[in-house]
Nanobody
């Protein structure tokens, strides 16, 4: 049974950093595709970053390029999202997602393309 658990959220001032973790169970992150999404109140869930190990690719939303980094630790079966130079507009609930098929990286930023979801972790950035 696939299970995802996010952690690492919190409250920081603008310019600060956080590292989110997504611990996976029931499958290996070594071969699965993993994504990070966020959702602010009243807004749609948006793709932040994704990693496709079999394709050797990482993907980022334009709004976070150069500030966020997605990575995976195969020995820990965990995916990370390092977030630097945080801005108030980064405030949202952050979710990790997984797809065991990894068919189409072109749709990585669409929430509907992902099958499994974690419960989310809140990130709040104050100015």
């Amino acid at each position: 049974q696939v299970h995802l658990v996010e952690s690492g959220g919190g409250s920081v001032q603008a310019g600060g950093s956080l590292r989110l973790s997504c611990a996976a169970s029931g499958y290996s992150v070594r071969t699965a595709c993993m994504g990070w999404f966020r959702q602010a109140p009243g807004k749609d869930r948006e793709g932040v970053a994704a990693i496709y190990p079999l394709f050797g690719g990482t993907y980022y939303a334009d709004s976070v390029k150069g500030r966020f980094t997605v990575s995976q630790a195969n020995d820990e079966n965990t995916v990370y999202l390092q977030m630097n130079t945080l801005k108030p507009e980064d405030t949202a609930m952050y979710f990790c997602a997984a797809d065991l098929r990894c068919i189409d990286s072109g749709s990585w930023s669409l929430a509907s393309a992902w099958v499994y979801w974690g419960q989310g972790t809140q990130v709040t950035v104050s100015s």
